[in-house]
């Protein structure tokens, strides 16, 4: 079992793992990503800004940039070419690996899932790029809810999926959005943020 985190005080019968910077290690793709694509419409991207907003979707990081910078872009085009560029670098995401880690250890044992506020290709192949993909025969993403993080509706079809309780789900989660709608699911959580140190993500 993973020595970093300690599930000890936790009674729990299933784990919903977050994606993004919760078992993998996806923002500094992401950051080359949306840099990359809004350097196409002549922006800069400033790493530090983007870092602050790691937790929000990518829609609104774009909304916000184009509002708040005063640019003028087509913010779906945009995210468009960014999940393009995603995509063309997925090798070089890294998992996060005491998460990972925790997922190989219960693989077999209790009922998992993931429940990502992303779509559903990146989230594929992400999972599929840091080795983790068939841990999880449950995968439930933003195109499969009405609404997405900080309503509980991602957390809550995957307990409905795997068919436990939601009191009964751990969550690991790294953005306040996340902790806020596993909560209003009723569910424990872990927020990897603390477990792991401000660091993890470098």
Request: proline fraction near 5%.
């Amino acid at each position: 079992m993973s020595d970093i985190i300690d599930l000890s005080g936790y009674k729990f019968g299933a784990i919903i793992f977050d994606c993004d910077n919760t078992i993998a290690k996806t923002s500094p793709v992401h950051y080359l990503a949306f840099s990359s694509a809004l350097k196409k419409e002549g922006y800069q991207l400033p790493e530090d800004w983007y870092f602050e907003r790691v937790g929000i979707s990518g829609l609104d990081m774009l909304g916000e940039f184009r509002d708040t910078c005063g640019a003028d872009f087509d913010v779906n085009k945009v995210s468009r070419e960014s999940a393009a560029i995603f995509q063309k670098n997925i090798d070089k995401v890294r998992a996060v690996e005491p998460v990972a880690q925790i997922a190989r250890d219960y693989y077999g044992k209790i009922p998992m899932a993931v429940a990502s506020g992303g779509h559903r290709p990146v989230v594929e192949a992400t999972l599929q790029a840091i080795g983790v993909r068939s841990l999880f025969p449950c995968v439930v993403t933003v195109e499969d809810v009405k609404k997405g993080k900080p309503a509980p509706d991602l957390f809550l079809l995957a307990a409905e999926q795997l068919g436990v309780e939601p009191r009964l789900c751990l969550v690991f989660e790294d953005s306040d959005e996340g902790i806020d709608a596993a909560h209003t699911a009723h569910m424990q959580v872990i927020d990897v943020r603390n477990a792991l140190g401000p660091d993890y993500l470098k």
